[in-house]
């Protein structure tokens, strides 16, 4: 999926879905403050809809394609945020060595994962990185949430045939065989979890899309 085109998208269709999966991050994780890291990005979103609802000191916009940087960019001037709390790494997910530990309060991914090499390797850079107490929110879809789902399997249909998303069969097919896909994943993601001493929770539903979710440090509880 080409950046440009998708950002087109992100912005005529989906507008309305990102600041109701932000209310839901904040809900869920209690993190509104401190730093915010937007992991495959794109035109940034989730981050500006996560810093219009939180109290955020700043947001680093990580995405592999420079391009969708620079559409992030320039979405940060035109709605006039705080330029110098915005800041923009181009780079891979599953490597976050740039960051110093324990640098972020909060990370979140839309719509990415799926395109990472190892998502298990990106979920270990994201524990790294995480401050102690710090919540990743990962996850994507579209979620059925404040739409009718008609008018959003419409638009899913679209986006299928424009940009070429879609594995065939009817949207309830595709809906079922991605929330067989999450589940499976979350299985192997369990031992990792454990591993890292996380504890962690799975949203595998219509109306939210697929989310993993963990907070480094085992005693606190997800929500
Ligand atoms: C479908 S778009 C989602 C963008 C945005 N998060 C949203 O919710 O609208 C997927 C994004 O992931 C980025 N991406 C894909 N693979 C990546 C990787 N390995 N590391 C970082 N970003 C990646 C793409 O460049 C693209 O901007």
Known sequence: MQGKGYDAFAQDYFQPIFPAYAHKIIERTGVKTGRLLDLGSGGGHLGFALMDLGEFDDVTFFDK????????????????????ACHYEEGDACDLSRFESESFDLVVSRGSMHFWDSPEKAMREVHRVLKQGGYCYIGGGVGATNRQTSRMDAIMDRMAKEYGVGHGGSPEQQSEKRKEARTRQCKEFAALFHELNCSYALINSKAEGGWFIFCKDDDLKIW
Request: proline content about 0%.
């Open 65 to 84: 394609q420079s391009k969708c940087l620079e559409q992030a960019r320039e979405r940060a001037e035109a709605l006039m945020y705080d330029l110098d």
